[in-house]
């Protein structure tokens, strides 16, 4: 048995977290379905590790010094990463976050000791988009360091240089599929780099939620979407710095409905409680399992704790006003559903990493 680590502080704490498998899912389709549990990081999830690496890179090429102050735009989890990171390393955070977000997420980066500044919801080509205030409060302050989470590629770093090689040393090599959904495209980019490298007979799977439009960018080059997702911080509709570094084999787009049934099912039959990017994380593995052969290693991650969508995926007032039965699917029905949906699989063969940003 492993021993424990001691460690100084929480930075020493992230990354290192369980492969654990999903019995019940994996019984059902043949395959082995595990997670990878991010939500082990003592902020509760996985952008723990890009908080902290983009951090370390700032200060290791010298634009981040002491006294300073990182600003970030976020939807939530990556603003909790840098609270606990900031508070490690003796820095100041400011957060700029859309006032949407659940708020045990906001509750979170204030009991973290960061500064939140919230704004409304619009989309990015409005320039109130959490994403400009952060970057515009960043330039409008000597004083303040902009972390740039979606452009600044020490996030997909984190992943190329940690969280891949431990699926690989998890797995003793035997992983055939990587699952993951995608915000600023940094978890997908840095494991799936590192994993081809290793094994270019890796299939690596993208799971989009509606009002994302991530899959018809793969299949078109347009970014399109329609409707929306409970999700948070999951979705985009533009080309980043780390989505471009993906090496991405097919893309999936599943609805909020079935996220609400596999996280049930989960719940009830393992005792795991998903968050709903874990949820979607994680149907989308088990579809994709059902359009192989058994007998495969699929790895996904659970993205963060699942409490943090308390009140929203497990809230039937919620739900219901979103127009999403509070009621799961029976599992015999959605596996037959998802075996028949083939055509919902997309194969990527666009060249998306030479495209131009937009």
């Not at 909790?80 to 508070?87: D, M, Q, Y």
Request: overall charge neutral; hydrophobic content about 40%.
């Amino acid at each position: 048995m492993a021993l424990a680590r001691v460690v100084m502080n929480q930075v020493e704490q992230i990354g290192n977290t369980d492969l654990l498998k999903i019995a019940s899912l994996s019984k059902l389709c043949g395959s082995d379905i595990y997670v990878k549990c991010e939500y082990q990081n003592p902020g509760g999830s996985i952008k723990d590790r890009a908080a902290l690496q983009l951090v370390k890179d700032a200060i290791d090429q010298g634009k981040l010094q002491p006294g300073m102050t990182i600003v970030e735009g976020t939807a939530g989890n990556t603003g909790i990463g840098l609270a606990v990171v900031a508070k490690a390393l003796g820095y100041d955070l400011l957060v700029v976050m859309p006032n949407d977000q659940t708020a045990e997420k906001t509750k979170m980066i204030e009991l973290h000791g960061a500064r939140l500044h919230a704004v409304p919801p619009v989309p990015f080509k409005n320039e109130a988009h959490f994403y400009h205030t952060a970057r515009r409060l960043g330039a409008e302050n000597d004083n303040f360091w902009w972390a740039n989470q979606f452009e600044n590629t020490s996030n997909m770093r984190a992943h190329y240089l940690r969280t891949g090689p431990e699926i690989w040393q998890q797995t003793a090599g035997k992983i055939d599929m990587l699952v993951s959904v995608s915000g600023t495209g940094g978890t997908i980019a840095g494991n799936s780099l590192y994993l081809k490298e290793q094994n270019p007979n890796i299939e690596v799977w993208c799971a989009d939620p509606d009002g994302s439009g991530t899959y018809e960018f793969l299949r078109s080059g347009e970014y399109k979407a329609e409707g929306g997702s409970l999700t948070e911080g999951i979705g985009i509709m533009r080309l980043v710095e780390n989505f471009r570094q993906a090496k991405i084999d097919y893309a999936l787009n599943l609805p909020d409905q079935d996220l609400l049934s596999i996280a049930n099912f989960v719940r009830e039959q393992d005792g795991i409680v998903l968050g709903s990017s874990s949820a979607l994380n994680v149907a989308a593995a088990f579809f994709a399992a059902l359009h192989r052969a058994p007998g495969k290693t699929i790895v996904t991650f659970a993205c963060d704790l699942g409490e943090r969508s308390a009140s929203k995926l497990y809230n039937t007032d919620y739900l219901q006003s979103r127009g999403i039965s509070p009621v799961a699917e029976p599992m015999d029905k959605l596996t037959n559903r998802y075996r028949q949906a083939g055509d919902k699989i997309l194969r990527v063969t666009r060249d998306y990493q030479n495209e131009a940003p937009r």
